[in-house]
């Protein structure tokens, strides 16, 4: 038996109800309206506010009032747009219900029609109505608002004033307005959701209006807390103008890390600077600013002791933001040159823990050989950097025994991943110390091999120093800043020259701390070198002044012949010293294409390094190339070594008294191979 025809069988409609998009072409036609009436209503709180704010911060103030003019007027767009859409899908939606209507009741005619056995009806008299469905509509509406910069930044030294009354009238104002717009927000939102259950026929296409208006009015939020904070600060300040520094550090918070400076950053007190510093992204800029290339130590002294540090009595007490720095970057801090001696010895002994657990770790985690195709090992490659890393590390703890046997041991930086470890362990405080002297090594030595003898000839002359200057402090920087060359490399001038442009840098940046001390005389810095070590220094003191008191040479392995005499070094020329003993059968072999500064045409005052009696008492006398080498009554002495003559005399020129030197002998004549002038 046939199924009993209902009539209502193929009037399945579609999914669109009239009262949900007329309540949200209804929500959107009274926020536009909002929105664009918003202008009119915050127009007189900003005219008051510009009759004072000037500065840096009254045209973020006018650039983001009309940012935020801009995004209203946008957004009442889009919503006057969606209004129209929605009235247009509202049009077509009727017109497919009464499509699906027509098509329904022809269907129900031609039912009728089949069972009453009239199917041979001309057609032509009731035609089928229109069986393809029309295309449901597409409603996008985007919109996202921009962002308001907050934030002046800058080196600039500059002011803004403003009247704080009128400033928190315009928060009043705007947060009104805000409290308004979020009643609106709430019925677009509510209309828009129920919108799309009742009305799911329509296609979504991109929406972001809803989120954008949320943000939007995050964003006028946000102002109304940064203009109230301005306001306070002004008030704060109890005058009507101030600095932009001080307003930065109030507002940091709301600056971009890429936007932030050195300057910005100095200028925070140390609870503003860990609320900053808690920003990961934060952190890594001033990690970033802190290590790139060429940063002038001068303008990093005045930023760091801008920070706050206690100077008193001959002794520095970092400040608690100082304090804060050292144990949150002391990887930056312990090399920053700029930053005084004290503040990177505290940075570097955190690293020294550091660095031990890093490679101890990686040691146990990096197997020692790696396998070779025929079957053999070979020696892993990273495994043996960590092992030279670990004895370098070993060094520069027996490198600050040594320094630190008589007096305090200062360690002013090392790195052991950036090519051949380096560092500088000084005998004493460079901070502090009334004559600071830089003792640069030669050929072969590096922390991992031979550090701490070299550092105990820092603490050597150091001792000697005393002893000729009761009255007065003393600090030899046992320096290592630099890739020595080995012996196939030593008549090269590659890692001198690149030595020297690494040793002007530290000088310059010692000078800085020095002045910013408020400690600096001419007499304070003096430099001794050996061996290779006085090609690196003469390279430098001939590349750049660098207020240097003294230079003495220890048995030299060569002046470049560009550096034609004492007078291109930018070192008093009665200040410069020279010595070689009669046993160091080493020193001439670097001299092939270099000068002795012996040299009678050099210009360099000859101080002996033979067994001398001096005031009365005996002075060994030096025995070979090295400088520290007498352990037992069978060893010969080295040029440092205690008791020696050498270390005598170089006490002397290092503190100011080299017109009481013993003379030495000046080379008869050029060595073989050296062009001359």
Not at 170 to 185: G, H, I, P, Y
Not at 367 to 386: C, D, E, I
Not at 533 to 546: F, H, K, P, Y
Not at 557 to 576: C, F, S, W, Y
Request: hydrophobic residues 40%; glycine residues 8%; charged residues 20%.
């Amino acid at each position: 038996m046939d199924k009993p025809f209902v009539p209502g069988d193929l009037v399945l409609g579609i999914a669109f109800d009239d009262g949900a998009a007329d309540a949200l072409i209804s929500a959107a036609d009274s926020a536009d309206e909002a929105l664009r009436s918003e202008g009119a209503f915050l127009s007189g709180a900003i005219d008051r506010v510009m009759e004072d704010f000037k500065g840096g911060y009254a045209r973020l103030f006018v650039q983001a009032c009309a940012v935020r003019a801009d995004d209203r007027v946008r957004l009442a767009s889009v919503l006057a747009a969606l209004a129209e859409d929605v009235q247009e899908a509202k049009l077509r939606s009727a017109r497919e219900k009464s499509r699906l209507k027509n098509l329904a009741d022809w269907q129900q005619r031609a039912d009728i029609r089949e069972q009453n056995f009239q199917s041979f009806l001309n057609p032509l008299g009731d035609p089928m109505p229109a069986e393809w469905p029309l295309p449901a509509p597409t409603i996008s509406a985007v919109f996202s608002p921009r962002d308001r910069a907050r934030f002046a930044g800058g080196s600039e030294a500059g002011t803004s004033a403003a009247d704080p009354g009128n400033l928190r009238d315009f928060v009043s104002q705007s947060r009104t307005s805000t409290n308004m717009l979020k009643n609106e927000l709430g019925r677009v939102r509510n209309a828009w959701g129920s919108f799309t259950a009742a009305c799911s026929w329509v296609n979504s296409g991109s929406v972001t209006f809803v989120s954008g208006f949320e943000q939007l009015l995050r964003e006028d939020t946000a102002d109304a807390v940064w203009v109230e904070r301005i306001a306070a600060a002004f008030e704060a300040a109890g005058s009507g103008s101030m600095g932009d520094t001080i307003l930065n550090s109030v507002l940091i918070q709301y600056a971009p890390p890429r936007q932030v400076s050195l300057t910005d950053i100095g200028a925070l007190n140390t609870a503003q600077l860990k609320a900053w510093l808690a920003t990961p992204a934060n952190k890594d800029r001033l990690q970033w600013l802190l290590e790139q290339p060429g940063l002038d130590p001068v303008m990093i002294a005045e930023w760091w002791a801008g920070l706050g540090q206690t100077v008193a009595s001959g002794t520095i007490e970092p400040g608690e933001a100082q304090i804060f720095l050292i144990q949150t970057l002391p990887g930056v801090i312990g090399n920053l040159n700029g930053v005084t001696a004290t503040a990177r010895d505290k940075a570097n002994r955190i690293r020294l823990a550091t660095e031990d657990e890093r490679i101890k770790d990686g040691l146990t985690k990096t197997p020692q050989f790696l396998p070779a195709s025929q079957g053999l090992s070979v020696t892993n490659p990273a495994w043996t950097r960590l092992q030279t890393q670990q004895k370098a590390l070993d060094g520069i703890g027996e490198a600050l025994t040594n320094a630190g046997a008589a007096d305090v041991a200062v360690l002013l930086g090392f790195d052991l991943t950036h090519g051949s470890p380096k560092a500088q362990v000084s005998a004493g405080n460079p901070d502090t110390a009334d004559n600071v002297t830089y003792a640069v090594s030669g050929m072969n030595i590096t922390p991992h091999s031979g550090f701490n003898d070299w550092a105990f000839n820092a603490a050597n002359l150091q001792a000697q120093q005393k002893l000729l200057s009761r009255d007065k402090s003393f600090a030899v920087v046992a320096w290592i800043n630099y890739e020595p060359p080995t012996v196939p490399s030593v008549n090269s001038g590659d890692a001198a020259r690149a030595g020297a442009d690494r040793f002007v840098t530290d000088l310059q940046a010692f000078n800085a701390v020095r002045e910013s001390l408020g400690n600096r005389t001419p007499e304070t810095l003096h430099v001794l070198a050996h061996s290779y070590g006085t090609t690196v220094t003469s390279n430098a003191l001939a590349a750049a002044a660098l207020n240097v008191a003294t230079f003495t040479m220890l048995g030299s392995a060569g002046i470049e012949k560009e550096i034609r005499n004492t007078g291109d070094l930018h070192v008093p020329a009665e200040q410069v010293f020279a010595t070689e003993a009669a046993g160091d059968g080493l020193a001439d072999l670097g001299r092939f294409q270099r000068q002795d500064p012996r040299l009678e045409s050099f210009g360099a005052n000859v101080f002996s390094s033979e067994g001398a009696i001096i005031d009365g008492a005996q002075y060994q006398g030096t025995t070979e190339h090295n400088t520290l080498v007498h352990r037992t009554a069978r060893d010969g002495y080295g040029y440092l070594d205690k008791g020696t003559t050498a270390l005598y005399e170089a006490a002397l020129t290092t503190t100011g008294h080299g017109d009481h030197i013993l003379p030495g002998a000046r080379p008869v004549s050029p060595p073989a191979g050296f062009a001359g002038r």
